[in-house]
Every structure is written in C-alpha cells, then in structure tokens.
C-alpha cells in the first residue's frame, strides 16, 4: 500500500477533506516525472480553520495527564515500526531518496518520537526564594499555546516530525505546512499517524499550500505564538522578520556550508569514508552537508586519489534499486542551478578532479579541487552532489578557510589526536561540530542548530522545551507586603 494518493488531502479539524483553492500542487516523483497526486491547495480561510481547530482542543490537551499523553506517542512509534516498508517506498518515490537514506530518515524519525514521550513529562517548574519575607515563588512552564511547523523537502518526515512530535508532547496544538514538493510524507503522513495513535482531533492540522496562495498569512495568523521553520537562510530571513513583527518567537533551522577538516595525521582512510558519506547522503540534499573538504596539504595528494575514486564508484540512477548510492534531486531546476555554478567555477581556474552529467534530476558526482579563494562556490550551499576539495597549510589556515562563510551549522575535524581535534572543533563557528565522524548527525536528546546564518534557536532534548513552552512568574505572599506608599 501506498499513502501517496491515499493521503493526497488537506487535514483540518480531524477531517480528510479537498481544499478549496482555484489550483493544484501536483506531487511528482523526482526521478521518472510522474505524477504521483495532485491536491488542490488549502486558502486563507483553511489556514484559519486550521489554526482555530488547534486553539480549542489545545487547552484540554494540555491540561491531560502527561502519562497519557505519553500513550499517544508510545503508539505512534509502533505505527512507524509497523509500517517501515511503506513509509520507505514513499519516501523513495516522494523524495527521490535511496533505500537507505529512507532507512537512516526513518529510524531518526522514531528516535524523535520516543524523545517526545519523555518530554511529555519533563515539563518542570522551580520554587525560587525571595528577598522579601513571606514570599514564595513559583515559576511554571507551560505549553506555548499553538505551534505553527514549516518543514523542507529533503528531509521532510524527519524535520516535520523533530518540531511536530516535542510541540504536542509538551501540550501544544500544531499546524503544519510541509514543502509542496512531499506535501504526503513531509505532511500528511503524520497526520494518519497520529491520527491512529489516538491524538485528539483537531489538535494538529495539516495546510497543503503554497505562498502564492495564501501569502505571508500562516505566519502573520495571530493564533501561533511560535513559528519553526526548517529551510534556506532566504526565506528564513523572511519568516523571521515577519514572525518579529507579530512578536511572535521564531525557531529557525536554516542552510549550512559545512566543512569537513582533515589535519596531517588523520587517518586517510576513514576520513575519505567520512567524507563521503557527509558529501553524498541523499545526493548532498542535506543542510548539514561537508560542502567543502579542507584537507592537509601534506596529506591531500592521497586523500583526493582515494576519496576521487570512492565517488567515481558510486552508482548513479534509480533510487529504487537497493545498489543505487546517488538519486536524483527534488527537481530539475535545482540540478540545473547546480550544474550551471560548478561550470561558472571550472570557467574561473577550479579543477575537475570528476564531473559527472546531469540529465532532468539526475546528477551524477562532481568533485572539484583548486577552488579560487574567491570563488562564489565556496561560500554557498552546494544542495547536490558536488565536493570542493581544498588544500590547506595547518590548522591556523583550515581554522580560518572553515570559518570563512556566512553559515555556520555543523562540521567535522579528523585527527590522531582526539584532543587536538576537540580544540579545533572549539574554534570553528558552528552550532554543531564532531571529532573523527561525518557531519551529518542528528540526535534526538542533542541540541541541533546553528550559528550566523544557519539559524536561530535550538530543538532536540531539553532546548525543545525552550521551543515549544513559556514561563510563567507566579509569586505567593504569606503575610502582609508593607508597600513604599
């Protein structure tokens, strides 16, 4: 069975209904261009049902045993279990993802579902003292009220459910508007799941739509008290600057232009398996990518022999064959923006160490070295199968290269030395960084987020609960307060 036409509908108010917009998003699958549904898309006024649906049942919620809001989520993780197989199918289809990418996506989903279990209880207030006799006070805290959820296309049951999941275990209504690229898994998907698990109707509410129809309106809607949203700086920039204007807090997981730092004695050989993987997980369709592989000029005549030949023997095609390691992109405009920035760079003195073709969506591996410091592609988000492998003199200098971008996300450091690894690691300028490992990791109980460009705000673990809830001052006089007039 697949949910990809089952699915292919709005969810307001508990219910599977049409939207009532004049045209369709039609979901395609990336790699053959077929059409696998189109929906039609939600208006202004599905996107106020929506947000209206969540702010009435939200205070019953949250007023719920907290044990058995933990049952909701303890369900949800056996629905995923049960029905692995098709959620990897239309993962494959709807994103264009490897089997094991949607293995790898779909058991990071879980581990975020079974953290929002724990959350569900570990809303925790504090006695705090008083310099004024008699006075005790209490601080509480207390679910935000209704979350409106932005999720992105690469990742999209992952990065839907990492905000989705925490956001109702502490007691909170959601809305969520997936990418109208996967508006079924990214989306609706979740919906029947939880939907299933026994999650009151109406408390989140899936809005399939597209700013061309509704404007600035999911945000601008006075009911969310939050906004998180998962994708470019660009629009990020945009949404933060709207969610400011209402006062509403924003929760921003943006772009990344990781660097994967090999220094003089690192294992030549696990950082090219590292490096790899942190390039060409879901065709490099991932923010915390290794865009650039800064590498010992000592070392760097073997490490790009090796890593070059490692990419060469990639297989490139449909993601359906469990042998393929590169799919396709979400579309092919994307490959075609990449495509054209890696011949911009060649034009300007860079080195193609492996260019691979790109045909519709597909694109095959693309390695680059003697990058121009200046080049354009070294300072932006390379989402696609595209490595810069650039030589560096010590690690003042690849401190410097890596630090030498406007993003600032995750990163990796390999070297012999794990202490010397932790002290680079400490200068680089990211929210996330990982001695001898890859730079794509994602942990439920961790805090996940970036700095400078790459964001705003952490989820994960206990700063979810900075996220997702508020608190609330509540101070007790025992005795009389002698007041100044």
């Known amino acids: 069975m697949s949910y990809l036409s089952e699915l292919a509908s709005q969810y307001i108010d508990g219910e599977w209904r049409d939207g009532s917009g004049s045209w369709d998003i039609v979901d395609v699958d990336p790699y053959t261009g077929d059409k696998l549904a189109s929906i039609t898309v939600a208006t202004v006024d599905e996107v106020d049902q929506a947000y209206r649906a969540a702010a009435r049942v939200q205070k019953e919620w949250a007023a719920t045993n907290p044990y058995t809001r933990r049952l909701v989520f303890e369900r949800a993780v056996r629905i995923l279990e049960d029905r692995e197989a098709e959620i990897c199918r239309d993962i494959i289809a709807e994103v264009g993802g490897t089997m094991g990418k949607a293995l790898f996506e779909l058991s990071l989903t879980k581990d975020m579902v079974r953290e929002a279990m724990s959350l569900s209880l570990r809303s925790e207030g504090k006695l705090l003292p008083s310099p004024v006799d008699g006075k005790e006070n209490r601080v509480y805290r207390l679910p935000v009220g209704v979350v409106g959820v932005v999720s992105p296309f690469n990742f999209p049951l992952l990065l839907s459910m ?167 992109l979400i579309n092919p405009v994307q490959a075609g923006d990449l495509d054209t920035a890696v011949d911009q760079a060649i034009a300007a003195g860079a080195t193609a160490l492996l260019r691979g073709t790109t045909e519709g969506s597909l694109m095959a591996p693309v390695v680059l070295g003697d990058v121009p410091a200046d080049s354009p592609i070294l300072r932006r988000e390379l989402f696609g199968p595209v490595a810069l492998v650039v030589a560096v003199d010590g690690e003042e200098e690849a401190v410097r290269v890596a630090n030498d971008t406007p993003f600032g996300l995750s990163g990796a450091v390999h070297t012999a030395d794990v202490e010397r690894g932790v002290r680079v690691a400490q200068r680089i300028e990211t929210g996330m960084i990982h001695v001898n490992d890859g730079t794509v990791a994602d942990e439920a109980i961790v805090p996940f987020g970036g700095e400078k460009n790459s964001g705003v705000g952490r989820l994960n673990g206990e700063s979810t609960l900075d996220a997702f809830t508020t608190l609330k001052w509540i101070s007790v006089q025992h005795g009389r307060t002698r007041f100044p007039i």
């Open 162 to 328: 990492k905000a989705v999941a925490p956001a109702l275990a502490l007691g909170n209504g959601v809305v969520l508007k997936p990418h109208e690229a996967t508006p079924v898994v990214g989306g609706t998907l979740l919906a029947k799941v939880f939907e299933e698990a026994g999650l009151p109707a109406g408390l989140l509410n899936v809005v399939i739509t597209d700013i061309a129809e509704i404007g600035d309106a999911f945000i601008e809607h006075p009911i969310p008290r939050v906004i998180s949203f998962t994708g470019s700086d660009k629009v990020g920039r945009h949404v933060g600057m709207v969610a400011a204007a209402h006062f509403k807090r924003a929760v921003l997981e943006l772009g990344g232009n990781s660097a994967l730092i090999v220094l003089d004695d690192a294992d030549v050989d696990y950082a090219v398996d590292a490096a790899v993987f942190s390039r060409f997980i879901h065709q490099g369709q991932a923010c915390m990518a290794a865009n650039r592989i800064l590498v010992d000029r000592t070392v760097v005549e073997e490490f790009t022999r090796k890593f070059v030949a490692k990419v060469a023997a990639l297989k490139v095609g449909d993601p359906k064959d469990p042998a393929t390691h590169i799919g396709p």
